[in-house]
Protein backbone atom coordinates (compact mmCIF):
# COMPACT_ATOMS: atom_id res chain seq x y z
CA UNK A 1 0.00 0.00 0.00
CA UNK A 2 1.28 3.31 -0.95
CA UNK A 3 2.03 6.18 1.74
CA UNK A 4 -0.74 7.77 3.30
CA UNK A 5 -0.74 11.30 2.04
CA UNK A 6 -2.14 14.23 4.64
CA UNK A 7 -5.56 15.51 3.80
CA UNK A 8 -5.21 18.95 1.90
CA UNK A 9 -5.97 21.58 4.22
CA UNK A 10 -6.38 19.16 7.49
CA UNK A 11 -7.81 21.01 10.75
CA UNK A 12 -7.35 21.25 14.10
CA UNK A 13 -10.08 20.48 16.31
CA UNK A 14 -9.54 23.91 17.26
CA UNK A 15 -10.30 25.59 13.57
CA UNK A 16 -13.57 22.83 12.97
CA UNK A 17 -15.13 24.94 16.30
CA UNK A 18 -13.98 28.48 15.11
CA UNK A 19 -15.44 27.40 11.84
CA UNK A 20 -19.22 26.31 13.19
CA UNK A 21 -18.95 29.61 15.73
CA UNK A 22 -18.78 31.25 12.69
CA UNK A 23 -21.66 29.88 10.65
CA UNK A 24 -23.56 29.97 14.02
CA UNK A 25 -22.80 33.85 14.00
CA UNK A 26 -23.68 34.06 9.80
CA UNK A 27 -27.41 31.83 10.90
CA UNK A 28 -28.09 34.65 13.77
CA UNK A 29 -26.91 37.60 11.27
CA UNK A 30 -29.34 35.68 8.27
CA UNK A 31 -31.85 35.71 10.63
CA UNK A 32 -31.91 39.20 12.07
CA UNK A 33 -31.84 40.59 8.50
CA UNK A 34 -35.02 38.52 7.93
CA UNK A 35 -36.97 39.21 10.53
CA UNK A 36 -35.62 42.92 10.49
CA UNK A 37 -36.77 43.24 6.28
CA UNK A 38 -40.12 42.08 7.66
CA UNK A 39 -40.44 44.47 10.34
CA UNK A 40 -38.58 47.36 8.97
CA UNK A 41 -35.37 47.47 11.56
CA UNK A 42 -32.13 46.71 10.83
CA UNK A 43 -30.16 44.11 12.73
CA UNK A 44 -28.41 46.84 14.65
CA UNK A 45 -31.71 48.56 15.71
CA UNK A 46 -33.04 45.68 16.54
CA UNK A 47 -29.96 44.69 18.58
CA UNK A 48 -30.31 48.22 20.27
CA UNK A 49 -34.15 47.17 21.01
CA UNK A 50 -33.07 44.09 22.71
CA UNK A 51 -30.24 45.39 24.73
CA UNK A 52 -32.89 48.86 25.65
CA UNK A 53 -35.60 45.82 26.91
CA UNK A 54 -32.91 44.04 28.44
CA UNK A 55 -32.33 47.22 30.87
CA UNK A 56 -35.60 47.99 30.93
CA UNK A 57 -35.33 49.00 34.52
CA UNK A 58 -33.22 51.86 33.91
CA UNK A 59 -32.36 54.42 31.09
CA UNK A 60 -28.94 53.24 29.34
CA UNK A 61 -26.41 55.91 27.92
CA UNK A 62 -25.70 55.82 24.29
CA UNK A 63 -21.87 54.95 24.55
CA UNK A 64 -22.73 52.55 26.72
CA UNK A 65 -24.99 50.61 24.26
CA UNK A 66 -22.30 51.12 21.64
CA UNK A 67 -19.78 49.41 24.12
CA UNK A 68 -22.04 46.76 24.79
CA UNK A 69 -22.59 45.86 21.17
CA UNK A 70 -19.25 46.74 19.99
CA UNK A 71 -20.03 49.66 17.56
CA UNK A 72 -18.71 52.96 17.07
CA UNK A 73 -20.81 55.55 19.05
CA UNK A 74 -21.81 57.13 15.57
CA UNK A 75 -23.67 53.75 14.25
CA UNK A 76 -25.33 53.61 17.27
CA UNK A 77 -26.39 57.33 17.16
CA UNK A 78 -27.47 56.65 13.70
CA UNK A 79 -29.83 53.82 14.64
CA UNK A 80 -31.28 55.25 17.04
CA UNK A 81 -32.21 58.04 15.71
CA UNK A 82 -34.41 56.18 13.04
CA UNK A 83 -35.52 54.66 16.37
CA UNK A 84 -36.73 57.97 17.82
CA UNK A 85 -38.42 58.42 14.63
CA UNK A 86 -40.61 55.00 14.77
CA UNK A 87 -41.25 56.45 18.19
CA UNK A 88 -40.12 52.92 19.81
CA UNK A 89 -36.85 54.70 21.54
CA UNK A 90 -36.86 58.05 23.83
CA UNK A 91 -33.64 59.80 23.77
CA UNK A 92 -33.53 62.55 26.51
CA UNK A 93 -30.00 64.03 28.55
CA UNK A 94 -28.87 63.14 31.30
CA UNK A 95 -29.80 65.25 34.40
CA UNK A 96 -26.55 64.75 36.30
CA UNK A 97 -24.65 65.12 33.25
CA UNK A 98 -26.19 67.38 30.00
CA UNK A 99 -23.70 65.83 27.70
CA UNK A 100 -24.76 62.31 28.22
CA UNK A 101 -27.65 60.69 26.12
CA UNK A 102 -30.39 58.34 28.05
CA UNK A 103 -31.86 56.22 25.71
CA UNK A 104 -35.23 54.31 26.80
CA UNK A 105 -37.75 52.07 25.35
CA UNK A 106 -41.09 53.42 24.75
CA UNK A 107 -44.16 51.06 25.41
CA UNK A 108 -44.32 50.35 21.76
CA UNK A 109 -40.57 49.65 21.51
CA UNK A 110 -41.45 47.21 24.16
CA UNK A 111 -43.24 45.08 22.11
CA UNK A 112 -41.32 45.54 19.06
CA UNK A 113 -37.96 44.16 21.07
CA UNK A 114 -40.21 41.23 21.88
CA UNK A 115 -41.38 40.66 18.61
CA UNK A 116 -37.65 41.27 16.86
CA UNK A 117 -35.89 38.66 19.20
CA UNK A 118 -38.37 36.08 17.90
CA UNK A 119 -35.50 35.11 15.12
CA UNK A 120 -33.29 33.91 18.01
CA UNK A 121 -35.71 30.92 18.29
CA UNK A 122 -33.88 28.98 15.53
CA UNK A 123 -30.61 28.67 17.29
CA UNK A 124 -32.22 28.03 20.47
CA UNK A 125 -33.84 24.71 18.83
CA UNK A 126 -30.59 23.86 18.05
CA UNK A 127 -29.02 24.48 21.77
CA UNK A 128 -32.28 22.39 23.12
CA UNK A 129 -31.03 19.46 21.11
CA UNK A 130 -28.36 18.86 23.34
CA UNK A 131 -28.82 16.53 26.57
CA UNK A 132 -28.65 19.16 29.58
CA UNK A 133 -25.09 17.57 30.46
CA UNK A 134 -24.22 18.32 26.90
CA UNK A 135 -25.58 22.24 27.20
CA UNK A 136 -23.81 22.97 30.23
CA UNK A 137 -20.81 21.89 29.37
CA UNK A 138 -21.31 24.08 26.51
CA UNK A 139 -22.43 27.25 28.43
CA UNK A 140 -19.12 26.23 30.43
CA UNK A 141 -17.34 26.60 26.99
CA UNK A 142 -18.36 29.87 26.21
CA UNK A 143 -17.99 31.04 28.84
CA UNK A 144 -14.31 30.84 28.88
CA UNK A 145 -14.73 31.82 24.86
CA UNK A 146 -15.76 34.96 26.45
CA UNK A 147 -13.70 35.36 28.71
CA UNK A 148 -10.98 35.23 26.36
CA UNK A 149 -12.60 37.78 24.14
CA UNK A 150 -12.95 40.42 26.35
CA UNK A 151 -9.49 39.64 28.11
CA UNK A 152 -8.63 40.58 24.00
CA UNK A 153 -10.80 43.37 24.21
CA UNK A 154 -12.61 42.25 21.13
CA UNK A 155 -15.79 42.33 23.33
CA UNK A 156 -16.85 44.94 26.31
CA UNK A 157 -16.77 43.81 29.58
CA UNK A 158 -19.39 40.85 30.08
CA UNK A 159 -21.37 40.80 32.76
CA UNK A 160 -20.73 37.10 33.39
CA UNK A 161 -21.40 35.09 37.03
CA UNK A 162 -17.22 33.95 36.64
CA UNK A 163 -16.46 37.60 37.14
CA UNK A 164 -19.02 38.95 39.35
CA UNK A 165 -18.71 39.65 43.21
CA UNK A 166 -21.16 38.19 44.07
CA UNK A 167 -20.06 34.56 42.56
CA UNK A 168 -18.28 32.18 44.85
CA UNK A 169 -16.94 29.20 42.41
CA UNK A 170 -16.91 25.68 44.27
CA UNK A 171 -18.01 25.86 48.30
CA UNK A 172 -20.85 23.81 47.75
CA UNK A 173 -20.13 19.68 48.29
CA UNK A 174 -22.79 19.28 45.99
CA UNK A 175 -21.80 18.42 42.77
CA UNK A 176 -24.55 19.30 40.94
CA UNK A 177 -24.62 22.95 42.43
CA UNK A 178 -21.36 23.51 43.62
CA UNK A 179 -21.58 27.18 43.04
CA UNK A 180 -23.03 30.00 45.03
CA UNK A 181 -24.70 33.28 44.06
CA UNK A 182 -24.35 35.75 47.14
CA UNK A 183 -26.70 38.47 45.69
CA UNK A 184 -29.70 35.74 45.46
CA UNK A 185 -27.92 33.76 48.45
CA UNK A 186 -28.37 30.32 46.76
CA UNK A 187 -26.28 27.85 45.34
CA UNK A 188 -26.28 27.32 41.74
CA UNK A 189 -25.20 24.43 38.63
CA UNK A 190 -23.20 24.84 35.53
CA UNK A 191 -25.75 25.04 33.18
CA UNK A 192 -27.37 28.57 35.76
CA UNK A 193 -24.31 30.33 34.99
CA UNK A 194 -24.83 33.79 33.27
CA UNK A 195 -23.54 35.41 30.52
CA UNK A 196 -25.37 38.49 31.19
CA UNK A 197 -26.52 39.59 34.69
CA UNK A 198 -28.68 42.50 35.41
CA UNK A 199 -27.15 42.15 38.82
CA UNK A 200 -23.55 41.77 37.50
CA UNK A 201 -21.00 44.01 40.37
CA UNK A 202 -17.40 43.66 38.99
CA UNK A 203 -14.67 42.79 41.65
CA UNK A 204 -11.52 44.20 41.95
CA UNK A 205 -8.64 42.95 39.64
CA UNK A 206 -7.05 41.11 41.89
CA UNK A 207 -10.60 39.27 43.18
CA UNK A 208 -11.62 38.51 39.45
CA UNK A 209 -8.28 37.18 38.47
CA UNK A 210 -8.94 34.80 41.57
CA UNK A 211 -11.86 34.14 40.93
CA UNK A 212 -11.75 32.93 37.34
CA UNK A 213 -8.48 31.00 38.50
CA UNK A 214 -10.69 29.23 41.07
CA UNK A 215 -13.59 28.34 38.75
CA UNK A 216 -11.37 27.15 36.24
CA UNK A 217 -9.21 25.15 38.37
CA UNK A 218 -12.23 24.23 40.50
CA UNK A 219 -13.22 22.45 37.07
CA UNK A 220 -10.30 20.93 35.53
CA UNK A 221 -9.80 19.22 39.36
CA UNK A 222 -12.92 17.27 39.53
Same mark, same amino acid.
Given at each position: ????????????????????????????????????????????????????????????????? $??? #?? !? =? @? *????? +??? &??????? %??????????? $??? #?? !? =? @? *????? +??? &??????? %???????????????? !?????????????????? %??????????????????????????????????????????????????????????????????
Amino acid at each position: MGKRLPMQSEKTIVDHITVGLGKIATALRSQAWEGGTARKLTPTQGQILALLADRATKAVRLNDV $AGE #LC !L =T @A *ATVSD +AVT &TLVEKKL %VKKERSAEDRR $ALL #LT !L =T @A *AGLLE +AKQ &TTGWTEV %VQAGVKSLTPDEQAVF !LRGLTKVMHSLQEQGVVS %VTRMCAGCTYFQPYVHADAVRPHHCGFVNKPLGEGQLRLDCPDYIPGGEADQARRWQEFVGGWEGR
